[in-house]
């Protein structure tokens, strides 16, 4: 038998490993959007707590994570796309003799890499993703509250403590920044208050203190 001839368990072991390089991947590419992508579905949930605002313990780890997940794809990547010499000649019987395999492997890895770079580019493009622009029309009517915002790391942050603002009721516009962390929003005194305000941004992690308020 040749040398380089594949058997069953040596090649079913070298998909084994590309497998879980691509799982690996996928899961460091998680955990690097973690801390933006969890605090802005429970938004859209309508559900929150204190608790989410400890996610932003991972934003220290993030260029880390994301160098892991280009590492372990640029692996996966070797060994579906190796040249055919590495490859060697499958063993009947062995799962890449079967029709198909090395397709839905590439397929595998695609998708993978498409739903990482979703991920982990998400943080960056929410807030143009989801931009609302803001009728401001009654303005006279309404009254301006400033805050301090603790516990944001990145744009998607500033998105999704707007977003749990402008859903309250009487609250016309919410312009969250991330340097300085802050909010400034206009609002109806009428019809919400400013405890309204510091509750919904502590259900989705953060914690808003008003600084001096205008009128």
């Known amino acids: 038998m040749s040398s380089n001839l594949k058997t069953p368990k040596s090649h079913d072991k070298e998909l084994n490993t590309t497998k879980w390089g691509i799982i690996g991947a996928i899961g460091a590419a998680v955990a690097a959007s973690v801390c933006c992508v969890v605090p802005l579905v429970l938004v859209f949930l309508g ?3 204190a608790w989410a605002g400890s996610l932003s ?19 996966a990547f070797y060994r579906v796309y190796r040249h055919p010499a590495e490859s060697a000649i499958c063993e009947p019987g062995s799962a890449c003799a079967k029709p198909g395999t090395d397709k839905r492997n590439k397929m595998f890895l695609w998708f993978a890499t498409v739903g990482a770079v979703l991920l982990l580019g998400f943080p960056y493009a929410a807030p143009a993703i989801f931009a609302v622009h803001e009728d401001v029309s009654t303005v006279q009517q309404l009254e301006v509250a400033n805050f301090d915002v603790t516990g944001m790391t990145c744009n998607s942050c500033t998105f999704t403590v707007e977003k749990s603002l402008t859903s309250l009721d009487g609250v016309e516009s919410a312009d969250v920044t991330l340097a300085p962390p802050s909010a400034s929003i206009q609002y109806d005194p009428s019809k919400v208050s400013i405890e309204d305000m510091i509750e919904a941004t502590g259900r989705v992690g953060y914690t808003t203190v008003e600084t001096t308020p205008e009128k």
């Not at 313990?57 to 692996?75: C, K, S």
């Open 47 to 49: 559900i929150g707590g």
């Open 57 to 75: 313990a991972f934003e220290p780890f993030r260029p880390y994570l994301m160098i892991l997940t280009a590492i372990l794809l640029g692996f």
